[in-house]
């Protein structure tokens, strides 16, 4: 697959994650993983230099779950006629 064909496929896609999310919808590929928003709550960090106390405030950050399927591929690696690895 092309650099230019690959683009025109996963612009879209990556497009509609990505709205899909900011509307605070989880977006689920079965076996690959989970996208989804994630709010955290205001807290106090600190300064490591001056130990002084810093607030931080709210926010919402994209979140990714890897899948089973993702995660045993990763933990395995390649299996098989695919693994293109030196011996």
């Given at each position: 697959?092309?650099?230019?064909?690959?683009?025109?496929?996963?612009r879209?896609?990556?497009?509609?994650?990505?709205?899909?999310?900011?509307?605070?919808?989880?977006?689920?590929?079965?076996?690959?993983?989970?996208?989804?928003?994630?709010?955290?709550?205001?807290?106090?960090?600190?300064?490591?230099?001056?130990?002084?106390?810093?607030?931080?405030?709210?926010?919402?950050?994209?979140?990714?779950?890897?899948?089973a399927?993702?995660?045993?591929?990763?933990?395995?690696?390649?299996?098989?006629?695919?693994?293109?690895?030196?011996?």
């Amino acid at each position: 697959v092309s650099e230019r064909m690959a683009t025109a496929i996963l612009r879209p896609f990556l497009s509609t994650v990505q709205d899909a999310i900011v509307r605070g919808e989880k977006v689920s590929l079965v076996g690959f993983g989970l996208f989804e928003a994630l709010d955290t709550k205001p807290r106090q960090g600190r300064n490591v230099v001056t130990g002084e106390v810093i607030p931080i405030a709210a926010s919402r950050r994209p979140k990714f779950t890897a899948g089973a399927t993702l995660k045993v591929a990763v933990r395995d690696g390649l299996q098989g006629e695919h693994d293109d690895r030196p011996a």
